[in-house]
């Protein structure tokens, strides 16, 4: 889940390592890059997101799982007047500060599984 702070500016608890690995691999692709700043400029569901920056519906769709699952976008269902069902993606609000201190906080609750997963995808 992204950092976001309270209605009282108090930031939330440290994220742990798994979790800042999964931002940061959603993150660690020009494509997905791509994406978020494309919604920055409005919501928008896939057909027409896909057009807006030229990709493909399957490829797009695999990449905003990726970030959805990260919680960096968020996906609602809704229908269209012509009651098709039509899922629409916005950028979730989301903060990230990082520092070596919150490295190290994060990489000492990396999970074995979640260390073994990193390393799978760098290669």
């Not at 791509?34 to 997101?49: F, G, H, T, W």
């Amino acid at each position: 889940m992204p950092e976001v702070a309270d209605e009282d500016g108090v930031p939330p608890p440290a994220r742990t390592g798994d979790e800042l690995l999964k931002v940061l691999s959603a993150l660690g692709n020009p494509h997905r890059m791509r994406i978020v700043a494309a919604l920055m400029e409005s919501r928008n569901y896939v057909s027409a997101l896909a057009r807006e920056i030229g990709m493909g519906r399957p490829l797009l769709h695999m990449h905003l799982q990726r970030l959805e699952a990260a919680g960096l976008v968020v996906g609602t269902l809704e229908l269209a007047e012509d009651g098709k069902a039509m899922k629409y993606f916005e950028v979730a609000p989301f903060f990230y500060e990082l520092t070596p201190a919150v490295i190290a906080r994060a990489a000492a609750t990396i999970t074995e599984t979640a260390d073994r997963t990193a390393k799978e995808e760098a290669k």
